[in-house]
Structures are given as C-alpha cells and as structure tokens.
C-alpha cells in the first residue's frame, strides 16, 4: 500500500498503482510509466480509455480506466511498464566504462 492504494514495486521502484476513486476523481484506473510519446498518443487515441493522472503524469504516466480496455490490452500495459522500470534500474547498475 502507498498513498492509500495498491501500488506494485521492483527494486528499482514503482511500475504500476491500482487508483479507485482516489480523491474522488472518478477513476478507477491503474496509473503506469509510460515511454515519451505514448502518453499523448494514448490519449488522443482513445480519451475514454487513457488519461493523464494528477502527479505522476507530468513525469509521462498514464492512467488506464480497467473499464474500457481488455484484459489483454491491461496485461501488455502491465508487462511495459514493469520493463520500462526493471531497465531503467539496469542502466543505472551498470559500471562506467573505462577507457585505454
């Protein structure tokens, strides 16, 4: 739990947030990272499936509203975003290169 709400870790951090109502916004969504682009593409795509959440979004999250897409579709959006976070620890871990 963090912030009230299920919210899904790895080691390097957080990768999906269960959002129920939360301040009463109406959604009931999991919020997700996203790559740069995606964010904007989804919601122009389909509005009544993706948005941009309060606080995370501006780092490029996107709210999915369970309701409106498939369980395929939340699977795949799932297993992106916890590779996009599992990299991101990855590239940070590795060693600086040293040169001749």
């Known amino acids: 739990m963090s912030h009230g709400e299920p919210t899904f870790f790895v080691k390097q951090g957080v990768f999906a947030m269960f959002s129920n109502n939360h301040h009463h916004d109406g959604h009931v969504a999991v919020l997700l990272?996203?790559?740069?682009?995606?964010?904007?593409a989804l919601i122009d795509e389909a509005p009544q499936a993706y948005y941009r959440p309060p606080y995370v979004g501006g780092s490029g999250w996107i709210g999915v509203?369970?309701?409106?897409?498939t369980?395929?579709?939340?699977?795949?959006?799932?297993?992106?975003?916890?590779?996009?976070?599992?990299?991101?620890?990855?590239?940070?871990?590795?060693?600086?290169?040293?040169?001749?």
């Open 33 to 40: 990272p996203a790559p740069p682009g995606l964010q904007e």
């Open 65 to 69: 509203e369970l309701a409106q897409v």
């Open 71 to 100: 369980d395929e579709a939340l699977t795949a959006h799932i297993a992106h975003a916890w590779q996009i976070i599992t990299n991101k620890g990855k590239r940070r871990a590795r060693p600086a290169r040293r040169r001749p």
